[in-house]
Nanobody, 118 residues
């Protein structure tokens, strides 16, 4: 069973920063892409950012230039650095990974709340 363990999140003021981390096993980190999604109340879950094993990144338009996704190859962790936060970034953020041999199998973290408010 693939485990994605999230940490970080919390409360930030508009314009502030937060960092989310998603830890997984050495094996899984070495074979799979990682990503972050978010879900605001009453809205569908949406892609935030992804990063492949070879560090190719992809971002939602709403976060480009403000969020950065990276991989820590020592701690087997995907990191989402969120800068210049806006109230509309408020959501539950979920770490995600997809089985590289079976695209129908998705794995999710437990979710972590990010609230941006003054």
């Amino acid at each position: 069973q693939v485990q994605l363990v999230e940490s970080g999140g919390g409360l930030a003021q508009p314009g502030g920063s937060l960092t989310l981390s998603c830890a997984t096993s050495r094996f899984w980190f070495g074979i799979a892409a990682m990503g972050w999604y978010r879900q605001a109340p009453g809205k569908p879950r949406e892609l935030v950012a992804t990063i492949t094993r070879t560090n190719t990144t992809n971002y939602a338009e709403a976060v480009k230039g403000r969020f950065t996704i990276s991989r820590d190859n020592v701690k087997y962790t995907a990191i989402l650095q969120m800068n210049n936060l806006k109230p509309e970034d408020t959501a539950v953020y979920y770490c995600h990974s997809k089985n590289p041999w079976d695209s129908s199998r998705d794995y999710w973290g437990q979710g972590t709340q990010v609230t941006v408010s003054s």
